[in-house]
């Protein structure tokens, strides 16, 4: 019998892409004792659990995965509850909310962190910059004080600390508790605060929103709040230090996007492909289901492996090639089906941040090749990957001549 690298094994950490392709291809389906879940990898198969076209799929493992640090949020919630969540906050991500009023809190964020390293000719772009940006982005659209942003950095690492907990190390666990107690205590009152006095701000947004006659409740917000530090924050972080360091491992292709700005959204939807931020999501089956390599039982946790999906060469053309001019990857529209990749899910849950993201990573990575020309990696760095559940390079030291202007 052969022996597939296990997901919570150091090899798997250090590069899960041979495990992957070993795995669709050998073992499409694999009970997995230590997690207690069925692993699927082939993109037809994750395609078809997303979907989820005869409802044969519940988010309920968000109860326990998500629950504990978040409190109730969009993402456990199912059927015409889950709509009428997303009808209330999806407008405040799309349209001319985001072009007019977080497109400037965007820019001003970026160029906030870059102003800060740009005359050193040298920077770690995942320390000074991508871990940094979204989690701004969002306390910053949320109208929080800028003296608590700090407060709000140090929340942002409890909670995906807790998310990626894969192995149940219990005093992280209890770390991340610690958070969902001292998140309520500090927003509770901001979002009080806010419904007496209401501004141009998200949070206001949040409060103000009214579908068939349905409001947030103060808890309900403070739990959209929360998972936006994971869904907004550590997501959107991986995804720009993930397409600044694959331009950069391919000269040629950096050069191209230097040179044609247009270019981005390419890169940003192949960045998603190759290397996306969250690898792996779970689901619960409702009944049995067939998929390739067998049935999944009723009642079973699912893993959904994203990352071995988006390489499958049953989809993709030369999958393990990170190519920007690819043309089996559709680019049209984030927000379709058809957006080629299944980086953001598909169906009901699909991600709603989506359109931020790309705005964030388009502004940033513009913003960033503006302010250094000659951008490069440092001398001798070998780029390395970390992360199980979510991954992104671990560091991402660069030089680059020093703006002194
Ligand atoms: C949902 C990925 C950025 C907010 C999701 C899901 C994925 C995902 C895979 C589906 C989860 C599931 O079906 O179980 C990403 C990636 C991002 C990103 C890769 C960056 C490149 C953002 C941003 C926001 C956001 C910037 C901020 C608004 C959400 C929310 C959901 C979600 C609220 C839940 C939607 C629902 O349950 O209906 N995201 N996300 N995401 N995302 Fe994102």
């Given amino acids: 019998a052969h022996h597939l690298p296990d997901i919570l094994s150091p090899e798997f950490a250090a590069n899960p892409y041979p495990a992957y392709a070993e795995m669709r291809e050998k073992e499409p389906l694999i009970w997995h004792e230590a997690t207690q879940s069925y692993i699927i990898s082939r993109y037809e198969d994750v395609e078809r659990v997303f979907k989820d076209k005869k409802a044969e799929f519940t988010t309920d493992n968000y109860n326990w995965q998500l629950e504990p640090v978040h409190g109730k949020t969009i993402l456990q919630l199912s059927g015409r509850e889950h709509a009428v969540r997303r009808a209330l906050v999806a407008p405040a991500f799309r349209g001319s909310d985001l072009q007019q009023k977080f497109l400037p809190v965007i820019e001003r964020n970026s160029r906030e962190l870059i102003d800060a390293f740009r005359h050193t000719g040298s920077a770690d772009i995942v320390n000074d910059y991508a871990t940094r940006f979204p989690v701004n982005v969002i306390a910053d659209m949320l109208g929080l004080d800028k003296a608590d942003h700090a407060r709000f950095h140090g929340w942002y690492t409890a909670v995906i600390a807790f998310l990626g907990n894969l192995s149940g190390d219990p005093e992280v666990a209890a770390a991340g508790e610690r958070t969902r107690v001292e998140f309520a205590e500090y927003m509770l009152p901001v979002i009080r605060e806010r419904r007496a006095n209401p501004g141009d701000d998200l949070l206001s947004t949040l409060c103000a929103a009214e579908v068939d006659g349905v409001r947030m409740s103060d808890e309900d917000i403070k739990a959209f709040c929360s998972l936006l530090l994971a869904a907004g924050g550590e997501t959107t972080d991986k995804a720009i230090a993930g397409i600044l360091a694959n331009l950069l491992s391919h000269p040629d292709q950096l050069a191209a996007v230097r ?81 080629g990749h299944l980086a953001f899910a598909l169906g009901r849950h699909f991600c709603v941040g989506a359109l931020l993201a790309k705005a964030e990573v388009e502004v940033g990575l513009n913003q960033l090749l503006d302010a250094m020309p000659d951008l490069r990696l440092a001398d001798g760095h070998d780029l390395v990957e970390q992360g199980v559940f979510t991954r992104g390079p671990k560091t991402l030291p660069v030089r680059f001549t020093p703006v002194t202007a």
Avoid: H
């Fill in 259 to 339: 040179a044609d700005r247009s270019l981005i959204p390419a890169a940003f939807a192949e960045t998603l492909r190759y290397t996306p931020p969250v690898q792996m999501i779970m689901r619960q089956s409702a009944t049995d289901v067939e998929v390739t390599g067998g049935t999944i039982p009723a009642g079973a946790t699912v893993t959904c492996l994203i990352g071995a999906a988006n390489r499958d060469e049953r989809r993709y053309r030369d999958p393990d090639r990170f190519d920007i001019f690819r043309d089996d990857l559709a680019t049209t529209s984030a927000f379709s089906a058809a957006a």
